[in-house]
C-alpha cells in the first residue's frame, strides 16, 4: 500500500483498543464460505518510479499528431496555460460536491459563474452546473421535453452527431417515446418535410448547429416549422456559440451540448463537458446540480446548490434524473477558460478556426479528386468532401507529416464510402494546410 | 484575506478593454453570412490574466478538499488522491490524442484500458466490463438498461426493481429512468435486509434487487448467499452498487456472492479526484449471461493486438455516451491498482475498516446507533438523543465541526436513521487525524451542553455562515445579475 499505512505499533493499539487481536477479526460477519481464498493476481504493487516508467514505455504505443484536421465533436485548441495551473490547485481538485457550503464557496462561487457564461453564450436564462457530455446531456433534454409536455415523440435530424442519436436510443428505449429521423436534405434539415409533421404529438424537435457535416442550420425555420413542440439546440463545436445567432435568438428553449472546446484537452474522449442552458418554465426539470446566490446570516453574499428538491438524493424515484456526479472539474476548466479569453478572443478562436476551414476548401477545391458536398452552403468550422483517392498511399504521406487526416464517413454509415469530414481549429497553421492538400493531390486515383 | 469582504464576481472584476492575448486576433466574419450571426457580443469577463488567476486562486481558498484534512464524507470515499496519477493525467501524449484516431496509433491506451477492464474483474470476480459509464449513478443506469436487456430477450422485462430503503437515491432513481416500478423493501432491526420481507416481495414481477454491501450504515448483509438464492429462484438478478466497495476487497468478490452486475466508483475506491463534483468514473462489470448487452464497443484483445470489439452490437443496449469513456479517470484508477497491487488492495480495505471502527468506538458513546451490528468501511450515529437533551441538531453539530478545519460526516441519510452522521474516515487518515476527530467531537458535545445557542449559530470561522437555502430556493438567482454592458 504505497499511498498510507499505519505504523505497526498505531496498528496494535487500535486494535486493542477495539479489544481485537488481529485485523481480519474485523470481517468476521463476512460468512466463512464466501471469503477469498485464491487471490486473483493483478498487477503490482509498483514503485512510483516503475509505475512511471511503464506508462513511459506504454507512451510509445500511442502517436500524437502534430496536426489534427479531425473533430467530429471532439476538437483540438489552444488552451492557456493557466487553465491548467488552476485546475491543477488541489483545493479545487480534491474537493467534492458541496454539500456544506461553508467551505465550499469557492467551488460554488465558479460554478455560478459558470453558469452564468452559459447562460450568456446561450442566452437562454437558466443553465446547470454541468453534465457528462453532449451525447447524454441530449438525451437527457429529450426526457426534461417529455416531462415537460408528455408528448410521445422526438423529432431528430439526421444532421446530429450519430454517437448522440445512438445514446439517444439508448436512453429513451424503455419510455414509449417514439424516435423519428429526419433526414437530411442537401446537407441541412428538409424543411418541407418538416413542415409535412403534424407536431400535435411531438414533445421535441432535436437539431444539432453547426450540424454534424459542418453546415449552418437556418434555425428560425425550423422553430417555425416545430409548431409548439419544444426545440432544443445542439451544440456541436460550441465555439459556434460566440459567433452564431444565439439558440435563444432562433427560439430554442433547451440548448445541450459539449463545451468541450471550452478549455478540455482531447483526452481521448474524456473527460468533456456536457451541459444544458434552458428558459425557465424548465427550471424545475433541468436534471442535476444548479448553484444559486443567497445571503448567510450574517447578511453576506454566499452561494448555495439550489433547488436540490429537484433531485434524486430527496426525491428518488421521482426525480426527473439520476444524475449525482456530474463534471464540475471540467466546468472549472470552462469558467477559468472563458474568463482568459473574454468576449474577443473566444470570438477570435472561433473565427479562426471558421477561416482556417474556409482557406482549406478553397486550397482543396482547386484539385480534381476532391467533390465537395452542397459547396455553395455556409459552414462553419468542418466541412465534408467525397475524395477519389488511394486510402494507402493518403495514410501513409498523412502520417510521414504527422497530420491526423479527416475522418472517414463510412465510419458511421457504410453507405459513406470515400467521404471525408474535414475539420480545422485556430490550431491548424498554413504549413499544416498545405501538406494534407499536397497529401489529397498525391494520393489521387 | 478579509473574511467579511466578498469575493467579487468576476464579471464585476471586469472592464473594457482589458484582456490577455492567447489567440491571435480575428475579427473575420465575411465567412458566414449575416443572417447567421448573432446579434450582440455574449458578455464575458474582461480581465487580464493576472487577475483572472488571483481571483480563481482566491476562489479556490475557499474550499476544503482532501490534501487540506480529514473529509470524512460518508459513502463518498474521500481518500487522498495519489500525485503521480495527476502527474500522469497531464502528460501531453494522453491529452493529444484525439478519440477517433485510427486503432493502430493509439495500442498503448487500448492496453491500459484492456488491462484496467481485467484488473476490476478480476477484483469484482466477473466475466465482462464497459468503462463507458461517466459517473456511479450512469453505471447503474447502464446496469438496469441491460437487466431490461436480459430480461426482454427472455420474453419478459418485468415491471419491478427491489431496493431497500437504506439504498442511495440514485438507485430508485435509475430504476425510474429505465421504465421500472419501485418497490422499497424496509430494512429489520438490525438495519439489513429482511428475508421475510425480501421474500413477500420477491416475485416474478422483479427484474432486480439493487443492493450495496456492505449497505449505507456500513453493516455487511452476511445473509447474502440467502438473498441471492431468493433473487435468483424467481429469476431476477442482484445487482452491486460499488460504493461501499474500499470495504471489502481482498476479502470478498461480489461475483463470488451471487451477484449479476456491478458498478465501481472509481472516484471513490480507485482514488481518482472528486473534482468538486466529478469527472468520476463508473465502469460496469457483468457476469457471462449480461455480456451480449454490454454498450458497445468494449475493448478487447487478440494477445497482440488491442482493438474496440462491435461484435454484441446487435444484442447491446447502445452507447451510454459519446467515445468510450472518462480516459483520463480511468487512466488514474489504472495507475492506482498497479501501484497497489493485490495485497495493497487487501491493505486499503483493512485500514479503512480499522479506521472506521477506531473512529466509531471513540465517538460512539455520545450517539445512539441505530444497529449494534459491526461496521466496516463507515458506520451512522444517530444524534437524536443530543437534540432531546439540549436541542442541538446533526446540522448544528456537522456546521460546528468544519470551525476546526476538518469536514462533516454526511448528515440525514441514509433517510431511515433520524438525525443521521454517517461517517467514513477513510485508510488514508492517521490515527492521530482520527484522535483529533474523536477529541472535536467531544468537545461539540460538551458545547451542545453547556452553551447550545452558540452551536445553533455555527460556523463561527467560515468564510461564510449558514447560507439561507430556503431564500435560495424561493426566490432563485442562478446567474449573476447586472453584467456590465460591453462597450463596441
Known sequence: ?445 | MNPNVNEKLIFEMSKKGRSGSFIPECTDTSCIPSEYLRDKPPKLPSVPENEVVRHFVRLSMLNHGVDKGTYPLGSCTMKYNPKVNEKAARFKAFSNLHPYQDEDSVQGILKILYELGEDLQAISGMDGITLQPAAGAHGELTGILMCRAFHTSNGNPRVKILVPDSSHGTNPATAAMCGYKVQTLKSNNSGTIDIDTLNKNMDEDVAALMITNPNTLGIFENEISDISEIVHRKGGLLYYDGANMNAIMGYMRPGDTGFDMVHFNLHKTFSTPHGTGGPGAGPVAVKKHIIPFLPYPTVNSTGDRYFFDYSNRQTSIGKMRAFYGNFLVLLRAYLYIRANGYSGLKRTSELAVLNANYLKKKISHNFTAPSSRDTFHEFVLSAQNIKKETGVNTLDISKRILDFGIHAPTIYFPLIVKEALMVEPTETETKENLDFYAEIMEKIIAEARSNPEELHKAPHKTPVSRPDEVRANRRPILKALSLPEKED
Not at chain 1, 48 to 75: C, H, M, N, P, V
Request: one cysteine or more.
Open chain 1, 1 to 445: 500500500m504505497p499511498y498510507f499505512d499505519h505504523s505497526d505499533n498505531d496498528v496494535k493499539e487500535m486494535l486493542k483498543y477495539l479489544g481485537k487481536n488481529k485485523v481480519e477479526e474485523l470481517f468476521f460477519s463476512i460468512p466463512q464460505e464466501l471469503v477469498i481464498k485464491t487471490p486473483p493476481i493483478i498487477t503490482g504493487p509498483l514503485s512510483e518510479q516503475e509505475l512511471l516508467s511503464s506508462i513511459e514505455d506504454t507512451l510509445e504505443d500511442a502517436t500524437t499528431y502534430k496536426e489534427i484536421f479531425r473533430g467530429a465533436g471532439a476538437y483540438r485548441h489552444f488552451i492557456p496555460a493557466a487553465v491548467d495551473e488552476i485546475s491543477s490547485r488541489q483545493e479545487y481538485y480534491t474537493a467534492y460536491t458541496p454539500y456544506q457550503p461553508e467551505v465550499s464557496q469557492g467551488s460554488l462561487q465558479t460554478m455560478f459563474e459558470y453558469q452564468t457564461m452559459m447562460s450568456e453564450l446561450t442566452g437562454l436564462p437558466v443553465a446547470n452546473a454541468s453534465m457528462y457530455d453532449g451525447a447524454s446531456a441530449t438525451a437527457e433534454a429529450a426526457l426534461m421535453a417529455w416531462h415537460f409536455n408528455r408528448r410521445n415523440k422526438v423529432i431528430i435530424s439526421g444532421g446530429v452527431h450519430p454517437e448522440y442519436l445512438t445514446v439517444l436510443n439508448t436512453y429513451l428505449k424503455n419510455t414509449g417515446i417514439k424516435i423519428e429521423m429526419l433526414p437530411l436534405k442537401e446537407g441541412t434539415v428538409d424543411l418541407q418535410k418538416l413542415s409535412a409533421i403534424d407536431m400535435s404529438d411531438v414533445s421535441s424537435v432535436i437539431i444539432q448547429n453547426p450540424n454534424f457535416l459542418g453546415f449552418l442550420e437556418k434555425m428560425k425555420d425550423i422553430k417555425k416549422q416545430s409548431g409548439n413542440a419544444v426545440l432544443i439546440y445542439v451544440t456541436n463545436e460550441t465555439h459556434s456559440l460566440a459567433v452564431l445567432q444565439t439558440p435563444a435568438e432562433a427560439g430554442a428553449s433547451i440548448c445541450c451540448g459539449d463545451a468541450q472546446s471550452f478549455g478540455q484537452p482531447l483526452a481521448f474522449g474524456g473527460p468533456y463537458l456536457g451541459f444544458i442552458t434552458c428558459s425557465e418554465e424548465f427550471l424545475h426539470l433541468l436534471p442535476g446540480r444548479i448553484i444559486g446566490a443567497t445571503y448567510d446570516h450574517h447578511g453576506k453574499r454566499a452561494f448555495v446548490m439550489a433547488l436540490a428538491a429537484r433531485e434524486q438524493h430527496i426525491r428518488r424515484e421521482r426525480a426527473t434524473s439520476n444524475i449525482c456526479s456530474n463534471h464540475a472539474m471540467s466546468a472549472v476548466r470552462a469558467a477559468v477558460y472563458l474568463s482568459l479569453l473574454g468576449t474577443d478572443g473566444l470570438k477570435s478562436a472561433a473565427l479562426l478556426s471558421v477561416k482556417r476551414a474556409h482557406e482549406l476548401k478553397e486550397a482543396l477545391s482547386t484539385l480534381k479528386n476532391v467533390e465537395f458536398i452542397e459547396k455553395d452552403k455556409p459552414f462553419f468550422n468542418e466541412f465534408s468532401a467525397k475524395l477519389k483517392i488511394n486510402d494507402r498511399v493518403f495514410s501513409e504521406s498523412l502520417q510521414k507529416h504527422s497530420i491526423l487526416g479527416p475522418l472517414e464517413l463510412s465510419r458511421f454509415n457504410s453507405s459513406f464510402k470515400n467521404y471525408y469530414l474535414f475539420t480545422a481549429t485556430e490550431m491548424n497553421g498554413r504549413a499544416g494546410t498545405e501538406l494534407l492538400v499536397e497529401a489529397v493531390k498525391e494520393a489521387s486515383l
